[in-house]
């Protein structure tokens, strides 16, 4: 219920995306993203680091990563390098700007690219907060991942693939939010 519920934000959102008017042109992204700007809550951000055992000497890949609090909370809370890449110039300028008021620009990298168009090869650990088609979309990607990489994504599974663990968190007050761990190689599911 609760996935039906937050795959029905993230594509509303989609289907209501104003369309861009000339003078945000310079702002808008090189084709549509493929879902909204949903940010993960901070205690939702710290559980999936958390579950992906993030180390020293890691490298952390937030695959959309909106306004880079993931790869910022990864930085500063475990000292590792981080990587946001997002294809909406918006939240690359968010982005940055969160960088900076954290005086964190040694540790994070932010990069406007289309994640379907990623080299993954140097990634230790894989964030993720999609959609669960794209997920799936992205798997040949993944399947190229040094082995022992941890992937984790918020709310949504990956058709195919089975997950080492899964967990929920429900924040005071608030909704269910669910939390899939892989570990390379990934497992298919034998259907
Ligand atoms: C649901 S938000 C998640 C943001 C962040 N990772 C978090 O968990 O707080 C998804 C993000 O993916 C970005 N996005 C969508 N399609 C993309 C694509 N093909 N390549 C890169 N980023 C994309 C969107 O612009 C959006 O910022």
């Known amino acids: 219920m609760y996935r039906r519920i937050a795959c029905l934000l ?14 945000d042109k310079k702002d808008a992204p090189p084709r549509r993203p493929d879902v909204i700007y949903v940010p993960t809550p ?13 180390r020293k000497g890691d490298v952390v890949y937030d695959l959309g990563c909106g306004d880079a609090r993931i790869p910022i909370t990864a930085a500063k809370k475990y000292g590792v390098k981080a990587f946001g890449f997002d294809i909406d110039p918006v939240r690359v300028a968010e982005s940055l700007e ?13 990069k406007q690219q289309d994640i379907f168009e990623l080299d993954l090869s140097k990634a230790d ?14 798997i040949p990607q993944l399947e190229k991942l040094k082995p022992g990489c941890r992937i984790v994504s918020h709310d949504f599974n ?5 997950p080492q663990k899964e967990l929920t968190i429900t924040p005071d007050g608030g909704r269910e939010h669910r ?12 259907k």
Do not use: S
């Not at 993230?10 to 003078?23: D, K, M």
């Not at 205690?43 to 992906?52: G, N, Q, R, S, Y």
């Not at 939390?179 to 034998?190: A, M």
């Open 125 to 138: 650990v894989i964030t993720l907060y999609l959609l669960p088609q794209l997920n799936v979309k992205l």
């Open 179 to 190: 939390v899939f761990l892989w570990v390379t190689p990934l497992e298919r599911d034998r």
């Open 158 to 162: 990956m058709e195919g693939v089975k």
């Open 10 to 23: 993230l594509l509303t959102g989609l289907a209501v995306l104003p369309v861009a008017t000339a003078q």
């Open 98 to 110: 969160n960088v900076k008021k954290n005086e964190i620009g040694d540790k994070v990298a932010i």
């Open 42 to 54: 901070q205690v939702v951000v710290d559980k999936m680091l958390d579950l992906a055992q993030v």
